[in-house]
């Protein structure tokens, strides 16, 4: 099925064009500060929902990263976009590498944001397989059980986070857990990057801690590495910092 992914389209039409591509178990609410800034910096910014999470349907399948890339390229394709760099948060960072090998041409950036280049390790893999049988038996509230206290320090202070883990559908979340746990490894894709790579990681990120951000700024020629305070979700915890690091990056792009 081809899916038209729901997006936001904010920022001149003819300004260079960055796709934000969320994380698991989020929508792309996430990057409403984010997206703010860079449209009023002259960007045209798409942030889409992803298939099974926020408003996105679910094809029927099994997930896989490609499945998600095909995505991406037909919403670009289809918004007249030849051209676009990628900003990345965690599984959306999981997501732009793949786009990255699918269409090396297209891409004008990368900005990496809370994400990792290794696959996920066995013990990675049997945690996946036990939050997949959680959220089959309890529904989307396992998902914020499971993860909403990994991602900011004062979860009370963002109720918006727990209503987006909260419109994830339980076979979306299903979805994207079996193509986070197939994923293929990405250092070696980030050493022929050529276009300009921005990596920002929380200081107390626990997801994707500051050495995979390290691991990833190394393997890549000329990244900028930003650390700011905050835990996973950063363009929420730490939003004024991530848009602005976010801000630089763009006015590179060719
Ligand atoms: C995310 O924030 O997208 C996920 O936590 C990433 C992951 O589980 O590897």
Redo the contacts with the bound molecule.
């Keep these: 099925m081809d899916l038209d992914l729901p997006h936001t389209d904010h920022g001149p039409r003819d300004g260079p064009a960055i796709l934000l591509l969320h ?2 178990p989020l929508d792309h609410t996430m990057w409403a500060h984010q997206a703010r800034a860079l449209a009023a910096a002259g960007h045209r910014v798409l942030a889409p929902d992803l298939r099974g999470m926020g408003k996105a349907p679910l094809p029927r399948g099994t997930g896989t990263m490609g499945a998600y890339a095909g995505d991406v390229l037909r919403l670009a394709d289809r918004a007249g976009i030849r051209r676009f760099a990628l900003a990345g948060f ?2 959306g960072g999981y997501l732009a590498f793949e786009v990255a090998r699918r269409a090396p041409e297209r891409l004008t950036g990368l900005a990496l944001v809370d994400t990792r280049g290794e696959p996920d390790s066995p013990e990675g893999r049997k945690g996946r397989a036990a939050l997949i049988e959680r959220v089959r038996a309890e529904g989307a509230q396992a998902l914020v059980d499971a ?1 909403l206290p990994k991602m900011v320090q004062s979860p009370g202070d963002h109720p918006e986070v727990r209503e987006a883990m909260l419109r994830t559908s339980v076979e979306g979340a299903v979805h994207a857990l079996e193509a ?1 746990a197939a994923r293929e490894g990405s250092l070696e894709t980030l050493t022929k990057i050529a276009v300009p790579v921005l990596v920002v990681v929380g200081s107390e990120d626990p ?1 994707t801690p500051p050495e995979a951000a390290r691991a990833m700024a190394q393997a890549t020629r000329g990244a900028r590495l930003v650390v700011v305070p905050g835990m ?1 979700l950063t363009p929420v915890e730490s939003a004024d910092a991530v848009a602005a690091a976010m801000v630089e990056w763009a006015a590179g792009l060719r």
Excluded: A, L
């Design positions: 994380g698991f965690s599984m993860m986070m997801i996973h």
